[in-house]
C-alpha cells in the first residue's frame, strides 16, 4: 500500500492510542474533537491529494529505494527537481487547506537524517543509515506521516543542556541498556504530532562532549507508551466548539502544535540514529532547519495566495476594487508573496548532492528565504487588515445573524454592495480574521517568526555562509587596492 | 604515477565561489608528478582523466555536455572532492590522490 487512501489514514489514526490533555481534560478520541479535527483534515488533504490526477506529479514521487510511486513527503530528493516539486508541492498544500497542513516537518527530518546518518557511518563505523533506510521503507510501505521534533523546551538559554537546574528541559538519554535507550525530556511546538503515526526525534542544537546524552535521535510510535502530549491553544480556537461555520473562519482545515514529552520512552536501538555523536548535532540541525526554512518558501505563500485572493474578494464586496490604492496594495502584496516564492525555488534550482545521494537544498537562500518569512507575511497580513476595512474586528456574530430578530438588522448594516450577500461578506472577513489573527495566525504569523528557527538563527546562517571575504577580494580588484 | 596523456581539466562559470579554484589548481599542478601536466584545451577525443572544478556545492558544471568530455572525472564542488567535505588546505592532496588511485585501479582501461 504504498499510497494510502485519505479515509485509511483517519482511520489508521483512530486505531492509535494517544494520550492528549486538551484544556485541563484527557481528549479520548483526538480525530473527532472539534478543536483538533480541522488540523487532521489539513493532514489528510496530503493524501487526498496524491490520490488527484491533477496532482499527482507535484503530489508524488518515485521511491530510489522500491522505484514505486509514493507520496512526496516520504520520499528523499534525488536531484534538484524533486527539491523545486518539494516547493510547489507544498504551495498548492497552503492554497487547498489555508492552513498548516503539518506533514512537511516529517518530509525534512527524514532528508536530514538520511545524509548524516550516512556520513555518521562512513567515518565512525556506526550502523544508523542501515537502520534509518529500514524505517524509512516502511514509513513509504505504509504512507505514514511522521512528526519531526527537534525543538527542546531549553529553559535558561544561558546555560547549556547539561547545566540546566532541570535536565529534563532538554530531551536526553537516561539510560542505555542492551536492547535500547531510555530518554526523558520534551520537544515544544510539536506541528502535528497528534495527527501524525511516528515520531522523529533529532537534538535541538549543536551539542558538545559535555552534553552528549543529549546527542540524540529515534523514531518512535506516535503513541508509544511514554509519550504524552499537551495541546497547544490558539486564539480563537473556541469558537470550534460554538457548532458554527461563519466565525471560524476556516470551518474545514487548520493546524495545530503540542507538548510532546518523553516520559522515560523506551526506544528499541534499532530505531536510534544518533546516540552520543555530538560532534554530528550541528550538521543534523543546520540540514533539518535549512529543508524547514525552504519549506516555507512553499507553504506560506499557498496560505498568502489564500489570504491575497480573500483580501480582493473583500474590496469587491466593499466596493472597493476600483479604488488605485487597493489595486496598489494587491499589487504589493502579490509581490511580496512570489519574493517569498522565488526564495524558496531559488535555494532548491541551488541544491547539492550529498554523499548519501540525496539532495540538499542551498544553505544561504535557504537561510534568506525564512529570514523574509520572518517579514513579509506581517506586510501582507497589514495590507489585507487595510484592505479589509475594521469590520473584520467588530463585525457581529453569526449567532446574531441566523437570530430571527436582529438577523434582519444584521442583514442589512453589514452589507457591502448590493449584488452580494451579506453573509459572504461576514464570511471573507472571518476568513482574514482566522489567517492575520485566529487560528490560522498561528501558522501564517508567529510560525513565519519562529518556525524552523527564530530570525537570528537565520542571520547566523547567513553570515557563515556569506563568503564575505571573498567579496572582500572583489572590491579591492575593482578598486586597484594591491596589497 | 606516469603520465603520458595531460589530465583534462574543466572549470564552471565561477560566479560565487567558496573556493580559490585557480589557486587550488596552482597546487595541484605543483603537487603533480615530474611529467603530469593538466589542460582545458580538449583533445580530438575524451580525455581519459579529467577534473571538473566547480566553486560551490551546486557544481553547475556538472551537466551530461561537460561529462561527455572524460571517461573518468574528480568531481570538486567547493570544499569537497567526490562529494567528501574536505578543508580547503587538503584538496589537492586529495585531489592527486584520487588521480593515483583511479590510475591504479583502472590503468589500462582508461
Keep these: ?296 518558501g512553499g507553504c506560506k505563500v499557498g496560505v498568502g495566495d489564500v489570504l491575497i485572493g480573500a483580501a480582493a474578494l473583500a474590496a469587491d464586496y466593499n466596493g472597493a476594487a476600483k479604488a488605485s490604492h487597493i489595486k496598489d496594495k494587491l499589487i504589493e502584496m502579490v509581490h511580496l508573496n512570489e519574493t517569498l516564492y522565488a526564495c524558496g525555488i531559488a535555494c532548491s534550482a541551488e541544491g547539492c548532492k550529498t554523499e548519501s545521494g540525496n539532495y540538499l537544498i542551498d544553505l544561504l537562500l535557504a537561510n534568506v528565504c525564512k529570514q523574509n518569512v520572518t517579514r513579509l507575511p506581517y506586510e501582507i497580513a497589514r495590507l489585507a487588515e487595510d484592505i479589509a476595512g475594521g469590520l473584520m474586528v467588530t463585525m457581529a456574530s453569526e449567532q446574531d445573524l441566523r437570530n430571527p430578530e436582529i438577523g434582519k438588522v444584521v442583514e442589512k448594516y453589514f452589507k457591502g454592495i448590493a449584488s452580494i450577500p451579506t453573509e459572504y461578506r461576514c464570511r471573507v472577513l472571518r476568513l482574514i480574521e482566522n489567517i492575520t489573527l485566529g487560528t490560522a495566525a498561528v501558522g501564517y504569523r508567529t510560525e513565519s517568526m519562529h518556525g524552523a528557527g527564530s530570525p537570528q538563527a537565520q542571520r547566523i546562517m547567513i553570515s557563515r555562509q556569506g563568503n564575505l571575504e571573498y567579496k572582500k577580494k572583489l572590491a579591492k580588484e575593482i578598486a586597484g587596492i594591491k596589497e | 604515477m606516469s603520465c603520458m596523456d595531460p589530465i583534462g581539466l574543466k572549470y564552471c562559470g565561477g560566479c560565487n565561489p567558496h573556493i580559490d579554484r585557480s589557486g587550488l589548481v596552482r597546487e595541484i599542478e605543483n603537487r603533480l608528478p615530474y611529467g603530469c601536466t593538466l589542460a582545458t584545451d580538449q583533445p580530438s577525443g575524451p580525455w581519459k582523466i579529467a577534473i571538473l572544478v566547480c566553486g560551490c556545492p551546486k557544481a553547475c558544471a556538472d551537466r551530461p555536455a561537460v561529462k561527455s568530455m572524460a571517461r573518468c572525472w574528480i568531481h570538486v564542488g567547493g570544499a569537497t572532492v567526490e562529494w567528501e567535505p574536505v578543508s580547503k588546505e587538503r584538496m589537492a592532496e586529495a585531489i592527486v590522490r584520487k588521480i593515483q588511485e583511479i590510475k591504479l585501479e583502472k590503468g589500462a582501461f582508461l
Design chain 1, 1 to 296: 500500500m504504498p499510497l494510502k487512501t485519505p479515509e485509511q489514514y483517519e482511520e489508521s489514526l483512530r486505531k492509535m492510542n494517544f494520550k492528549v490533555y486538551l484544556m485541563g481534560e484527557r481528549v479520548e478520541n483526538p480525530v473527532d474533537h472539534p478543536i483538533i479535527r480541522p488540523s487532521m483534515n489539513s493532514v489528510k488533504m496530503t493524501y487526498t491529494l496524491a490520490q488527484d490526477p491533477r496532482h499527482e506529479d507535484l503530489m508524488t514521487a518515485k521511491s530510489h529505494l522500491t522505484g514505486r510511486k509514493i507520496n512526496r513527503f516520504c520520499h528523499i530528493h534525488q536531484n534538484t527537481d524533486d527539491l523545486v516539486r518539494k516547493v510547489k508541492m507544498q504551495r498548492l498544500m497552503g492554497q487547498k487547506t489555508g492552513a498548516c497542513f503539518q506533514r512537511c516537518v516529517g518530509m525534512d527530518a527524514i532528508n536530514a537524517v538520511d545524509s548524516v546518518a550516512f556520513e555518521m557511518d562512513k567515518k565512525l563505523g556506526t550502523q544508523y543509515y542501515e537502520r534509518f533506510i529500514k524505517f524509512l521503507r516502511m514509513m513509504q510501505q505504509e504512507d505514514l506521516t511522521v512528526d519531526g521534533a527537534m525543538t527542546d523546551p531549553k529553559g535558561d538559554r544561558s546555560l547549556s543542556p547539561s547545566q540546566q537546574t532541570d535536565p529534563d528541559l532538554y530531551t536526553r538519554v537516561v539510560e542505555k541498556r542492551k536492547d535500547g535507550i531510555v530518554v526523558r525530556g520534551a520537544k515544544a511546538h510539536q506541528t502535528g504530532a497528534i495527527n501524525s503515526h511516528w515520531i522523529l526525534v533529532m537534538p535541538t542544537m549543536t551539542m558538545t562532549k559535555e552534553d552528549g546524552d543529549y546527542a540524540v535521535s529515534f523514531v518512535a510510535p506516535a503513541d508509544a507508551e511514554g509519550i504524552f502530549y499537551i495541546y497547544g491553544r490558539q486564539s480563537c480556537d473556541t469558537r470550534k466548539l460554538e457548532g458554527g461555520n461563519i466565525d471560524v473562519g476556516n470551518k474545514e482545515f487548520g493546524g495545530h502544535e503540542a507538548l510532546m514529552v518523553f516520559d522515560n520512552l523506551f526506544v528499541p536501538w534499532e530505531n536510534v540514529f544518533m546516540c552520543g555523536e555530538y560532534e554530528y548535532s550541528g550538521a543534523l540541525v543546520e540540514r533539518f532547519a535549512g529543508y524547514h526554512r525552504q519549506s516555507y
